[in-house]
């Protein structure tokens, strides 16, 4: 099979032996592949890829058809459309994912969609929903929110009747944002906006001061994002006084079973909201696999609203 | 009534109208009330009370009998032995409590013990159990473990399963430590025992960096008390690897049924645990209400094992 090769910091297209699905696990006939952050750490060697996982092929998630199944693997059939989160070697002509992590394509999605939908989707509905609880009639306050995982997030907790607010930093895509639900806001300044009973931090330390002034009692700080800086000073006492508590997460390292659990959390609250078009993924531009150089430039270059998928 | 009462930050014992049971309370005929660090912060105007509860009385628990029931009360009899929780004005020879904070007094308990229970117990029942989620087989660092709290967090969490770590700075109190269950330990270098789940911290900033060096993956941080200092530089990048979070709370500020509901986890959780003599309220000296200042003195020298209790 073809894939996405890391070579020397560079990307380049190899052919590599075709994956064979082990017990428990499903061969997909790729067909489209979303871009993250995340592969462009790995790209540059700063994020090699969890053990299990191929060491130079990226790709944190993928969309495709079933076209074998490993032994006692018996979730899906072969043709089945499916999606997942993987450790690594989505952008590829095959992968083999555990039929555990695998969730069934909606409907009415197309491949460029279905491929762009699990990484941010899954992310977003873990940390706003699994992990910081958010509620009905609650306010959550989304920094960041342009990128992937602010957009998913915006839209799920609308749908989840909560009110939203997304601080976006580029002027030309605050209208796309507030389309998608959200009062949008500038950067500066967002805690005369609050006080907000959830944060979704994809940006980092240099907020952590104004976010725990900005929470109302008992909130909660989901942070899955750095960009900005790892490092700030925490107040304990104020998060005391606020009855607060702070979150950080990360999806990609954890135990199969983990991931699995998240899988069936989006698959039963989230993925009946893109049939019934509550919910939608957001897509900026696709590339054909052989331009996967093409699409990691226009990733980093940013200044988008929607992912980068890569079609095979 | 006679009352422990703050005149120009010094302890007096004065004469106060008797309080009229409202609506749903209870007049109580106080036989024990506890002392707790936020008394010496009030009696220093550090820590005014909530409103509601008196301002000049201090005393943020209380055990005795029911001596009168306001409208609609009905939980109690009069002469049953209960203790709550207050928002202030414990030290006094009556009190009004809602009877949705009361608990029934364990019959194994004598008052001093009662009168020291409510604060410390549901403290770390709490910051242990209800927000940390601490599980059977779990290990637990407790800082501070020669603490009311800590000393109630160590008995609560080995009831439940859990393994006791415990840092304590004064060497003269470590062997009664160890005997409530807990493996004892110097505060220098606890990351070396770890890694731990659930993490109490007593103690505050200082210990923040080493907290999440000595946490397990999914591990949590409880943080109730800053005596050692507020603010620290907190790593989101480690707290997002380890998939960590980070709680902050106080009992006193919440509203009535956040109280209440937290003296029924505690009723039904711990309550039972006094009786079959599993676990116990350690009490280091008693003294009369007419000698409060001496108590607070006492409390506020520290270098103890338990509680200081008001009798009355």
Redesign the interface.
Known sequence: MRAVTIRDNELVIEEHPDPVPGAGEVLISVRAAGLNGADMLQRRGLYPAPAGSPKDIPGLELAGEVAALGAGAERFAIGDRVMAIVGGGGQAELATVHERQLMPVPGALDWAAAGGLPEVFTTAHDAVFT?AELRPGERLLVHGGAGGVGTAAIQLARAAGAQVTATVRSEELRAQVAELGAEVIAPEGFSDYGPFDVIL?LV??PN?AENLQALAGGGRIA??G?SAG?????????????????????LR??PLEEKALAARLLEREALPLFDSGAVRVPVAETFPLDEAAAAYERFAAGGKLGKIVLTV
Chains 1, 2 share one sequence.
């Open positions: 992990q931090e980092g330390a952590l942070v899955i750095v790892a490092k700030g000073e925490l107040n304990l006492l104020a998060l005391m006084g606020k009855r607060a508590r702070i979150h950080g997460s990360t390292a954890r």
